[in-house]
């Protein structure tokens, strides 16, 4: 299978794009007595759609995915998380990048590494 969009190798995150729905998630919260336990069933949305490719100072190559990440309440399908951020991968050297922001005052920057085995991808940031 090529990894090839207009020109530009999306290596190992080629097979995250697109959009990807669960139905099966339940959020859980401990509530103040007498409440207990609030378990909240979920719709759980991510779209990932290509950013394209990134020259930094003509020395570094990047390819990157832009996502949206949304998850609402079944019940009613008001949202309750809504993040959007960029996988980033550098070929010439194996790292993964993971920016994120979510409209709480929350932005975060990871770096890590990049396992391709046999079976599965394990992108650890």
């Not at 336990?37 to 832009?66: C, W």
């Not at 998380?81 to 990048?97: F, S, V």
């Amino acid at each position: 299978m090529s990894t090839i969009i207009d020109g530009i190798d999306y290596g190992p995150l080629f097979p995250l794009i697109g959009q990807w729905i669960g139905t099966r998630g339940v959020d859980k919260a401990l509530q103040p007595e007498p409440e207990g336990m609030e378990q909240t069933p979920f719709i759980d949305q991510i779209d990932f759609k290509i950013a394209g490719a990134a020259n930094n100072a003509d020395s570094q190559d990047l390819v990157a995915l832009r996502y949206h990440h949304v998850v609402r309440k079944q019940e009613n399908g008001l949202i309750f998380h809504d993040q959007i951020g960029h996988w980033i991968y550098e070929p010439a050297t194996g790292l993964i990048m993971l920016s994120l922001t979510i409209p709480r005052a929350v932005c975060v920057l990871a770096g890590g590494t990049l396992t391709v085995g046999d079976n599965a991808t394990l992108m650890e940031v």
